[in-house]
Nanobody
Framework: QVQLVESGGGLVQPGGSLRLSCSAP????????GGWYRQTPGRQRELVGS???????EYGDFVKGRFTISTDNARKTHYLQMSSLKPEDTAVYYC?????????WGQGTQVTVSS
């Protein structure tokens, strides 16, 4: 079972930005589809956004143009650029990758939006 590594979480003020990264240890996964999810206590995990093999993307309704998912050329790492952050964006963010054979998940990274 491969566990992905997320980085870039932390504390940011409302209106600020953060960039999360997701990759597999030693870059062993070349992914087709990558995704970001988030979860707060007492709530189900929800989709933040996905990037597909043709580089098209989709986002949860709450994103409203504030977040962007992208990938490196080798499809080893994908990113979640978050802007105009709000306190309600506070959550643990999880990334995923699917390489056509299996899916892998990260351990989660905390994002806290607070003044």
């Amino acid at each position: 079972q491969v566990q992905l590594v997320e980085s870039g979480g932390g504390l940011v003020q409302p209106g600020g930005s953060l960039r999360l990264s997701c990759s597999a240890p030693e870059n062993i996964i070349t992914f087709y589809t990558g995704g970001w999810y988030r979860q707060t206590p007492g709530r189900q995990r929800e989709l933040v956004g996905s990037i597909f093999s043709d580089d098209t993307t989709e986002y949860g309704d709450f994103v409203k143009g504030r977040f962007t998912i992208s990938t490196d050329n080798a499809r080893k790492t994908h990113y979640l650029q978050m802007s105009s952050l709000k306190p309600e964006d506070t959550a643990v963010y999880y990334c995923s990758m699917n390489n056509g054979q299996y899916s892998a998940w990260g351990q989660g990274t905390q994002v806290t939006v607070s003044s």
